[in-house]
């Protein structure tokens, strides 16, 4: 049964970082593209980085590019997302998926198993 379980989320101040996991069961991890989207209410779900199957390719949004970096522990069959110098604005609900394909421009396509998501609130 193929499952993605996000962790790392919670509160922490403006300029702070946090680390996201996205613990992967039954697939193997390397063979897929795996992505982070984030959902703030009200506004629609924004895909915010991915990382390819094979060379490890990554796509960041440009919201979060020099911010947020994305990693893939293989041996852990985990992906993390290290997210650094937080803004309010990156207040939202974090999920991670599987897809098919992370363009380095276009982001991640064809999503077809997802977490349940883990929040994060930057606040002071």
């Known amino acids: 049964q193929v499952q993605l379980v996000e962790s790392g989320g919670g509160l922490v101040q403006p300029g702070g970082s946090l680390r996201l996991s996205c613990a992967a069961s039954?697939?193997?991890?390397?063979?897929?593209?795996i992505a982070w989207f984030r959902q703030a209410p009200v506004k629609e779900r924004e895909g915010v980085s991915c990382?390819?199957?094979?060379?490890?390719?990554?796509y960041y949004a440009d919201s979060v590019k020099g911010r947020f970096t994305i990693s893939r522990a293989n041996a852990k069959n985990t992906v993390y997302l290290q997210m650094n110098s937080l803004k309010p604005e990156d207040t939202a609900v974090y999920y991670c998926?599987?897809?098919?394909?992370?363009?380095?421009?276009?982001?991640?396509?064809?999503?077809?198993?997802w977490g349940k998501g883990t929040l994060v609130t930057v606040s002071s």
């Open positions: 990382v390819s199957s094979g060379d490890g390719g990554t």
């Open positions: 998926a599987r897809g098919y394909e992370c363009n380095p421009l276009g982001g991640p396509y064809g999503m077809d198993y």
């Open positions: 039954g697939f193997t991890l390397e063979h897929y593209t």
